[in-house]
């Protein structure tokens, strides 16, 4: 021990705050000079892990994050559940973070879905935060009430998983005022308040978004990313679901998984310059298998497909055929051992072999595919 406390207290500090928070400040009894130096430790974690009350830990947050004299709080995280922690107390404590210029904020807040549980308010001042880098929110009893003078000037990363929105307007209005936004990761609760999404950035560069109907019959996406690089898309929504999807000149990688024609061609359209596709379709119906022509991948090098429908085969050929520098192609099985596909083919009445493999694909795989029952050896 002797050794470490001649340690400066800026090095004791760095050492602190890659331990649990609770840790940190337990070490306040080893000596006089040890009292305080957990008080500069600018990153904390408080995680509940277990169902019951927490009281302890209720009070031991009440109580030592007033004490903090660290003028930049780096991280404040907290998972808890809603039963056990008040939703006035979890305001406070983010007020107090916000007050020492938080950076990055990540919250939390389990609910076992109780109806007689309290929304959970953040207080306005998170919303004009000029610190605040990374914003992390998990849990639909976390309200996100948007006030109209709301500005995150140096927001870069955002998640929001299965919050509540207050009005249908107040993601659009968050999204508005974050110019410096680059990540956006969105699930959606099917309570959430809102019909559908708008995402108008221009500094966007990754986003994640499940598209579905939800529980409304009028839901639309509008999503207008011109410097997006990476775009993941559950797509799981009605034929008649509208949206709109503008081109993304800049996307070189994409994820996506889309149930019908329509929102895959939607798709399709606005990704024409990506380098690397991850792509599912689960479609049911021959005439599903294709987008329409003139939609060409010139750019795309990496292409893995799920087999998990019937008729891949001819949106495989269609893919190659679209992409004339295909270099990696992988295939896998996604499907219950159960259910019986059509045998592939290439006997889709097509005369020409796709350029791409002839002059650019170097590698070929084929994973989880475990045969047809005539093909097996008994």
Not at 90 to 110: A, K, P
Not at 136 to 162: A, C, F, N, Q, W
Not at 237 to 258: Q, R
Request: a negative charge; hydrophobic letters at 40%; charged letters at 25%.
């Amino acid at each position: 021990m002797d050794r470490i406390s001649g340690l400066s207290d800026e090095l004791l500090v760095k050492i602190l705050s890659f331990v649990p928070t609770e840790v940190a400040v337990s070490t306040s009894i080893l000596s006089k000079r040890w009292k305080c130096v957990w008080m500069w430790v600018p990153k904390l974690e408080f995680v509940m892990n277990h169902f019951g009350p927490d009281i302890s830990l209720q009070d031991f947050i009440n109580k030592n994050l007033p004490l903090l004299r660290a003028p930049v709080i780096e991280k404040f995280r907290l998972q808890c559940f809603s039963k056990s922690f008040r939703p006035e107390d979890i305001n406070h404590w983010v007020g107090i973070t916000i007050s020492r210029c938080i950076v990055e904020l990540d919250i939390n807040y389990f609910s076992f879905c109780h109806k007689e549980e309290l929304a959970m308010l953040l207080p306005s001042s998170l919303y004009t935060c000029k610190s605040l880098v990374t914003l992390k929110l998990t849990g639909h009893r976390i309200l996100v009430d948007v006030p109209r003078t709301v500005s995150l000037p140096s927001l870069k990363t955002m998640l929001l998983h299965e919050v509540t929105y207050s009005t249908e307007d107040s993601l659009r209005l968050l999204l508005s005022y974050c110019p410096l936004l680059e990540d956006l990761v969105i699930s959606r609760d099917g309570n959430d308040n809102i019909r559908g999404i708008v995402i108008i950035s221009p500094s966007l560069q990754r986003l994640t978004l499940p598209i579905d109907g939800g529980t409304s019959d009028s839901n639309e996406y509008v999503i207008v990313t011109p410097s997006l690089k990476y775009v993941k898309v559950k797509n799981y929504a009605a034929e008649g679901f509208s949206y709109l999807v503008a081109h993304m000149p800049k996307v070189e990688e994409a994820d996506i998984i889309a149930e019908n024609q329509y929102h895959l061609e939607k798709i399709f359209e606005s990704i024409t310059s990506v380098k690397r596709l991850s792509l599912c379709v689960w479609v049911n119906e021959e005439k599903e298998y294709m987008y329409h022509d003139g939609i060409y991948f010139s750019h795309l090098e990496h292409l893995k497909l799920c087999i998990s429908f019937d008729y891949w085969s001819m949106l495989l050929f269609r893919l190659l055929q679209d992409s004339p520098n295909l270099r990696v192609l992988k295939l896998y099985v996604s499907c219950d051992d159960s259910r019986k596909y059509e045998a592939g083919s290439w006997n889709n009445n097509q005369s020409s072999v796709p350029e791409c493999l002839l002059e650019s694909l170097e590698s070929f795989e084929f994973a989880g595919y475990r045969g047809r029952p005539e093909e097996r050896i008994s």
